[in-house]
């Protein structure tokens, strides 16, 4: 599609794809449940070294019980689900247009106007936006390779600096 001079660009988005999100939800379950597996495991070897309380530790591991040894990995698996959405949901997303960038991050929305951008690059895997002043207005992870982050700005003509 060919687009006039002076004619806006679309809005673009930045985030974390959904896909992404599902590997992250699916490791966190996972790992999870593979702790609640190996607790007893762990606790018993545990148990064997010169720690204090091994009598304890070795009394928790104890536990085989039908409903410890399907329960505990369906409740760490619940547990590490929610570790990843928390870790999903504050992921941050960028909606860029010519005039704006909104910030999404969780429940928290900002808006950066245009003239409040001095400059735009990337440091540490992480993206910057300053104003002219050198303030910062925002530095966190964005989804997405070096080269569509950097695209993404340029095609809204924001300052971005770097290759």
């Known amino acids: 599609m060919k687009r006039e001079f002076n004619a806006p ?8 794809p959904l896909d992404t999100k599902v590997v992250i939800w699916v490791f966190c379950g996972a790992a999870g ?15 064997k070294h010169p720690i204090p309380y091994a009598d304890t530790v070795r009394f928790l591991g104890s536990f085989d019980s039908p409903a410890m040894v399907i329960g505990r990995p369906v409740l760490l698996a619940a547990i590490g689900l929610v570790i990843g959405l928390f870790l999903t949901y504050h992921s941050a997303t960028l909606r860029i247009t010519d005039e704006s960038i909104t910030v999404i991050e969780g429940d928290d929305t900002r808006v950066i106007t245009r003239d409040q951008v001095g400059g735009v690059f990337r440091h540490d895997g992480k993206v910057r936006i300053e104003s002219p002043a050198g303030r910062v207005l925002f530095d966190d ?7 569509v982050i950097a695209e993404a700005f340029r095609r809204h003509h ?5 290759a």
């Open 9 to 16: 660009a679309a809005e673009t988005e930045l985030r974390m």
């Open 33 to 47: 449940a593979g702790l609640g597996f190996a607790v007893p495991w762990l606790l018993q070897f545990a148990a």
């Open 158 to 162: 924001y300052p971005w600096e770097g």
């Open 141 to 147: 992870d964005v989804e997405g390779k070096k080269a």
